[in-house]
């Protein structure tokens, strides 16, 4: 079935880079999502990726996908402290209007002053 | 910018009592969800909505749940009958349209707390 697969961990500096990894399984997927979410709030989007595309650029944020490889990343540039958070990654397939996304457990970024 | 906003943030209920969590959608959007979140694991989709009708739901989405948008601005979720394994994160989310490229917004969450 349809499956997203996260590393459940990351740690960086301040004003290091942080990459964020995931893997999926489906390969109709036509949309791939980053949510974040910090502390007691909700899941705010942050960005997301056509399938047809290999990389999408956000000022911070660089999202690359190995479509071959069903590989997505997100990358943040200059992390700060506020971006201290879990990371979602989730997939929307292609079969037909309300798709329902598929998740990853998360991955929780902390960044060390 | 508009949002999602989700009612209660946290409510605490009895076994076996009805709960009604409430979600405002953002204005516009056409298309509702409810996703729930059990503590430690996965987000899990469990209905979409649409037209008044429900467009999927999950096997999570049993005769013990339901969904309402009982006018033109809500959107409900009931559980009839609670069950200690339903206590969860519940969040709601919209979308202008139901296609992949019309992301879903979501709102803060209702944490629900079943004793």
């Known amino acids: 079935g349809e499956d997203v697969e996260q590393s459940l961990f990351l740690s960086v500096r301040e004003g290091d880079s942080s990459v964020i990894n995931c893997t999926y399984t489906?390969?109709?997927?036509?949309?791939l999502y980053w949510y974040k979410q910090e502390p007691g709030a909700g899941l705010q989007l942050l960005t997301y990726?056509?399938?047809n595309m290999d990389m999408k650029q956000d000022q911070r944020l660089t999202v690359l996908l190995n479509k071959k490889d069903k590989h997505l990343s997100l990358r943040i540039a200059d992390t700060q402290t506020g971006d201290s958070a879990i990371y979602f990654c989730?997939?929307?397939?292609?079969?037909?209007?309300?798709?329902?996304?598929?998740w990853g457990l998360g991955t929780s970024l902390a960044v060390n002053p | 910018e508009p949002e999602v906003t989700q009612t209660p943030s946290h409510q605490v209920t009895q076994m076996g009592q009805e709960v009604i969590l409430r979600c405002v959608p953002i204005s516009n959007h056409l298309y509702f969800y409810w996703y729930r979140q059990i503590l430690g694991q996965k987000v899990e989709f469990l209905v979409s909505?649409?037209?008044?009708?429900?467009?999927?739901k999950s096997e999570i989405f049993d005769d013990q749940f339901s969904v309402e948008r009982p006018d033109g601005s809500n959107f409900t979720l009931k559980i009839r009958s609670t069950k200690l394994e339903d206590s969860a994160m519940y969040f709601c989310?919209?979308?202008?349209?139901?296609?992949?490229?019309?992301?879903?917004?979501f709102g803060d969450g209702t944490r629900l707390s079943i004793l």
């Open positions: 489906d390969s109709s997927s036509t949309y």
């Open positions: 989730a997939e929307g397939g292609n079969a037909g209007n309300n798709r329902k996304l598929i």
């Open positions: 990726i056509f399938s």
């Open positions: 909505f649409y037209n008044n009708e429900i467009s999927e």
């Open positions: 989310a919209s979308s202008v349209r139901g296609l992949s490229n019309q992301p879903q917004h």
